[in-house]
């Protein structure tokens, strides 16, 4: 789910101060970077039907071959703010077989590591009411849950949380009340990622 309330740059800046500089900018979620981006900008967003899933499959092999696994080889500890399972759970709610979107992706390398920051839908809507405000992908209203903008938000992210929870025990994410406060929610990351480090996997 987006909007938990962490922004990245502040989850970047304090994972470097475990890391130490050696860790290389975030790659965003679909469509924000990358020389494919740039097409998908200029055609609209696609989430839903089979096109739209093979476009942003293209979108994530191009940041992946060209910004994420240069900076792993350079030996920098890439921080991404989501990766493919955003796209299984998306496709998923929208109506695709999880099979068929896992194999759109099965190229890509497993991460070391999985955040992931659980809350509540009622929560999560204030949240984003407060800040970006509701989005029209973001709410599932291009599926048509409902006409409602909020009702259709909080039936999308639900769908969305039960796929998530599929894959928090498939994939081991960990994780962490998104209720706690930035600097709680630091701490934790900080602490999983040390204990990563002091195993000395990723020298």
């Known amino acids: 789910m987006t909007g938990f309330g962490a922004e990245p740059q502040e989850k970047r800046k304090n994972l470097c101060f475990v890391a130490g500089e050696k860790i290389d900018e975030e790659v965003g979620d679909h469509g924000d970077g990358g020389n494919f981006s740039a097409f998908l900008r200029a055609m609209g967003r ?13 979108d994530f ?13 350079s030996g920098f500890i890439v921080v991404l703010d989501r990766y493919y399972y955003t796209a299984l759970a998306r496709d998923v709610v929208r109506g695709q077989n999880i099979d068929w979107v896992k194999n759109l992706y099965d190229y890509a390398p497993e991460p070391d590591l999985v955040f992931y920051l659980d809350m509540p839908v009622d929560v999560l809507l204030k949240r984003i009411i407060g800040t970006t405000g509701l989005d029209f992908y973001e709410s599932g209203r291009d599926v048509g849950f409902s006409t409602d903008f909020y009702k259709s938000f909080e039936i999308y992210q639900n769908k ?5 929870d599929e894959m928090k ?33 990723l020298d």
């Open 160 to 164: 969305c949380l039960e796929q998530y």
């Open 169 to 201: 025990k498939e994939y081991g994410f960990i994780s962490i009340d998104g209720t706690k406060t930035i600097p709680a929610i630091h701490k934790i990351m900080n602490s999983e990622v040390q204990k990563l480090l002091d195993t000395g996997f």
């Open 61 to 73: 092999a191009d940041r992946l071959e060209n910004q994420i696994i240069p900076a792993l080889k």
């Open 46 to 58: 696609f989430d839903g039907g089979t096109e739209g899933n093979h476009l942003h499959a293209v």
